[in-house]
């Protein structure tokens, strides 16, 4: 309380002082229940946002995490469904032939494939095949029927084995038989030469866990997974059992690399969050904090009531009926997916104390402005009370002592009506901060152009990489032409399109070419120059095949393929077509390093011409013109066979017609 030092008597609170502590109390009042509002409001926006990143999030993640065991259970679908036809289809006495194009008696008592199959021979077939070891137990009896099956078994994994392990994702892709039969292909390694001579497989964990006893459902299974200290790698494995009428022939199996999920599930987690994935019996897969001792339990490691947090996640996730979804503890939200195949499950923790500091923060910064416009509002209010009430009051109780000692004349010369307009400055302040935001939105709109303009950029870079990517994929590299993947994906399609168009009778023709001697052409000039004639003669083909429907290809090796098609054809056309393409490649001329000599070319070609229909296929066309390759290539090279059929277009029909020529 202030005193009034002439009278002595309490002074009275200015009016002024009145105003701005009454305002100021009813302000700060309003504020906090402000903030207060907005914070319950703020936390509900970003629990319902959180909610739905997470579930983006970890639905994504499902999706990407399960398709590396959705593609291995396809394998194995594809895989029995080979296996299960050739059983079925291949004459007995045939497969049991095959027997001995691949295993050979060891003196150890047992059977094992020919060293061939692991370090590279070129089969009957034309190509290049390496990679995959075989055993069979020196106990076993070869009868007529294990004999077929092992042969069967062996030429599907030397079909399948090394386009799966290829990709970097495979270790190895092997096949068993319950007779104590296993043939894989393990990267780098024999592994079946290796072996002792009294293995027994059908007791292996790896074989076991798939056999009767052990999986009545007669399902693909998947073992525990587990860290491999000597490769440092994580990984698990798959197997599939393959049941003819009843009886258990084979089991398919593939270990299949985990460091990438792992990675993944460790490192790659929204901010401020953790990932953790177990199985459904509860076996801990991925755990940051807990990873080294996952690792020493090598897959085995169980939640148990030694961690209650983990514990209480566990059973809030393995209740749910959903495969992925969002659920949540007294202390986070938990974002959850089920892993196909294995049967697990990835959660992201998210800390519902990092919404509540969010919210505090949101909620914080809507005080600290609610707060400055309170104080500019007291500055207003502050100016407007000193010049529209004080300061008038002041002049007037000023003008009225005069007043009451000079009179009326007192007013005269008053500057009361004349007293400043603070409203034009403070208008003019207006417009120099209005003019400040202005300049300011701006250079912000500039910059946002700036950055348009690098994403555009960065995009476009990005998609032109793509397509590079895409063509590499499809392209034989050396040759410029399409490779066999493109082969046996564009050549099925065009046969089903040429089948399609039952109106006009359409002839598809197959022609595989392959280069006389290139063997030779290697040893005598070196490898550069059998390089330079592979890309001379993928250009002389990709000239002389421009027209609409021509495809071109390099199957592998000095192997190529045309595929054309055509609504007339016959004979003396295919003769004309033969000669031409034979005499487009005597023409090419090759560079080699001897002085004045000219590397010389001639192919052996196999044509095959079907009539178009919805029983041909590329297995049956091929085998025509492979046919005849083999032909032209026994009646002396550098020459052409030419298979026209009419008819069924497989061959086999009883209206079919075949007409053989040969073209030198």
Request: aromatic share 8%; hydrophobic share 45%.
């Amino acid at each position: 309380m202030t005193v009034d030092k002439a009278t002595g008597v309490p002074a009275r609170t200015s009016l002024r002082t009145q105003i701005i502590v009454r305002g100021a109390l009813r302000s700060l009042v309003i504020a906090a229940l402000l903030c207060l509002a907005s914070y319950y409001h703020v936390a509900g926006m970003l629990e319902d946002g959180v909610v739905e990143q997470l579930e983006q999030f970890i639905a994504e993640r499902g999706r990407r995490d399960s398709e590396p065991f959705l593609q291995t259970e396809r394998h194995h679908r594809a895989v029995e469904q080979a296996l299960l036809e050739q059983l079925q289809s291949v004459p007995l006495a045939t497969g049991a032939a095959l027997f001995d194009d691949y295993f050979e008696p060891w003196p150890d008592g047992t059977w094992r494939t020919r060293t061939g199959w692991y370090e590279g021979q070129l089969f009957k077939d034309g190509l290049q095949h390496r990679g995959f070891t075989g055993f069979i137990g020196r106990d076993v009896e070869l009868t007529p029927q294990l004999r077929h099956r092992a042969a069967l078994i062996a030429a599907l994994l030397d079909w399948y084995g090394s386009a799966w392990t290829s990709t970097g994702q495979y270790i190895n892709y092997f096949v068993s038989a319950p007779e104590n039969l296993l043939v894989g292909e393990f990267i780098g390694v024999p592994y079946l030469h290796q072996v002792p001579a009294d293995s027994y497989f059908p007791d292996e964990i790896f074989v076991a866990r798939a056999n009767e006893t052990q999986n009545p459902q007669r399902q693909a299974v998947w073992t525990h997974f587990y860290f491999d200290a000597t490769a440092k790698m994580w990984m698990l494995s798959s197997l599939k059992p393959v049941y003819l009428q009843d009886r258990l022939v084979a089991t398919l199996g593939q270990d299949i690399l985990l460091d990438d999920f792992m990675q993944r599930t460790l490192k790659d987690a929204l901010d401020g969050t953790e990932n953790i994935a177990f199985s459904a019996d509860g076996s801990l897969i991925a755990y940051e904090p807990l990873l080294a001792e996952i690792q020493a339990a090598g897959g085995t490691l169980k939640i148990d009531g030694d961690q209650p947090q983990l514990q209480g996640i566990f059973a809030a996730v393995a209740g749910q009926q959903r495969r992925s979804g969002v659920t949540e503890t007294d202390e986070a939200f938990l974002a959850y997916t089920r892993i196909d195949g294995p049967d697990w499950y990835l959660v992201n923790i998210y800390p519902k104390q990092l919404l509540q500091d969010k919210a505090v923060a949101a909620a914080t910064i809507i005080l600290g402005i609610a707060l400055l416009g309170l104080l500019s509002e007291f500055a207003v209010l502050w100016l407007l009370i000193e010049q529209y009430v004080l300061a008038p009051l002041r002049r007037f109780i000023r003008v009225t002592e005069k007043v009451g000692e000079e009179g009326l004349s007192a007013l005269q010369g008053s500057e009361l009506p004349r007293r400043p307009d603070e409203f034009g400055r403070l208008a003019s302040r207006f417009r120099e901060t209005a003019s400040e935001l202005e300049a300011s939105r701006q250079a912000l709109l500039a910059v946002n152009r700036d950055l348009d303009a690098q994403v555009a950029a960065r995009t476009e870079a990005l998609t032109q990489a793509n397509q590079r990517l895409a063509t590499l994929a499809i392209t034989d590299e050396l040759s410029g032409l399409h490779n066999r993947r493109q082969f046996q994906q564009v050549v099925p399609q065009e046969l089903a399109r040429l089948a399609r168009l039952q109106s006009t009778p359409l002839w598809a023709t197959l022609a595989i070419l392959d280069i006389d001697h290139f063997k030779q052409i290697n040893d005598r000039y070196g490898h550069a120059v059998g390089d330079q004639a592979i890309r001379q003669l993928g250009a002389c083909l990709a000239a002389l095949h421009r027209r609409a429907g021509d495809h071109c290809f390099r199957l592998g090796g000095e192997e190529f393929a045309l595929f054309t098609s055509a609504e007339q054809v016959d004979g003396d056309k295919l003769q004309a077509f033969a000669t031409h393409l034979l005499e487009a490649v005597r023409s090419l001329a090759i560079e080699v390093s001897q002085p004045e000599q000219t590397g010389r070319l001639s192919v052996s070609v196999g044509i095959a011409c079907v009539q178009a229909n919805t029983e041909l296929s590329l297995e049956s066309l091929y085998k025509l013109a492979d046919d005849a390759l083999y032909l032209a290539k026994q009646s002396g090279r550098d020459q052409a066979r030419i298979v026209l059929l009419s008819g069924s277009g497989s061959g086999s029909g009883e209206q079919a017609t075949t007409l053989e020529l040969g073209v030198h």
